[in-house]
């Protein structure tokens, strides 16, 4: 049987985060030669920036895996329904049922630190009024986001970190890919932004391959770079 070309990997980051945090695992995916996409994610909501995804994705020639951190994972949920994509990478990530918001999944479990070291701030909206979008307060991003990263990084990650619109955590999910996809997921044992918990009874609902890395941030593709690339080439490997 002839091999499947190599399928192309778009690297979908979350919220607080810009695509340079997929840095190190662009690199070594480039190393083993595996083509790879890091999308601008626009983090104004669930649907429209799903459909911005989906829209990346089916503009790739070939088949396509996508990864999503964080947000991003919600996200991926959805846009991989587009034809090309073969599977689903979830990095510390909320992985939605149809139908669910990240505020239901997120309500399930205790909540993380993070939900009360988040910042508002509003930002314009043609033809209506102003929406608020969230952001961690500068001085708890470091252990809540990055707890394992230099503190050097962190500094510089906390004053570029992008803001999410506050109504993407109502939004539901409008498909959940994984239902006929195959997916992996990567849980970061000591995330301090997404309860472990929730990142794990998304994966296990999925049911997907995990992975667990104790002591692993939710910056773990900063601090991890190399065995958040290794579970994606795993799946890249999985679907040729």
């Not at 778009?10 to 030669?33: C, K, M, P, R």
């Not at 239901?104 to 033809?127: H, I």
């Not at 109502?170 to 995330?191: M, N």
């Amino acid at each position: 049987m002839a091999t499947q070309p190599t399928p192309t990997v778009v690297l979908v980051h979350g919220a607080f985060a810009d695509a340079a945090s997929w840095t190190g695992v662009i690199t070594e995916l480039q190393n083993h030669d595996v083509p790879v996409v890091a999308p601008s994610n626009p983090l104004r909501g669930l649907a429209s920036d799903a459909a911005y995804i989906a829209s990346v994705a089916a503009q790739i020639d070939g088949p396509v895996v996508l990864v999503g951190h964080s947000y991003g994972g919600a996200l991926i949920t959805v846009a991989g329904t587009a034809h090309n994509v073969v599977g689903l990478v979830y990095v510390a990530a909320y992985v939605l049922e149809e139908g669910e918001s990240l505020g239901e999944l997120q309500g399930r479990f205790p909540l993380s630190p993070l939900v009360s070291n988040l910042k508002e701030a509003t930002y314009p909206v043609e033809g209506a009024a102003p929406a608020t979008e969230v952001s961690i307060t500068p001085q708890a991003f470091p252990d809540i986001f990055a707890a394992d990263v230099p503190a050097a990084v962190t500094k510089v990650l906390a004053v570029t970190q992008r803001p999410l619109a506050a109504a993407a955590f109502e939004e539901r999910a409008s498909a959940a890919a994984w239902k006929t996809k195959p997916s992996w997921a990567l849980i970061a044992g000591a995330d301090q932004a997404i309860n472990p918990d929730v990142e794990r009874f998304g994966a296990e609902r999925a049911a997907a391959t995990i992975v667990e890395l104790d002591g692993a941030s939710h910056a773990v593709a900063v601090s991890r770079p190399k065995d958040v690339a290794d579970l994606i080439l795993t799946a890249v490997h999985a679907t040729s």
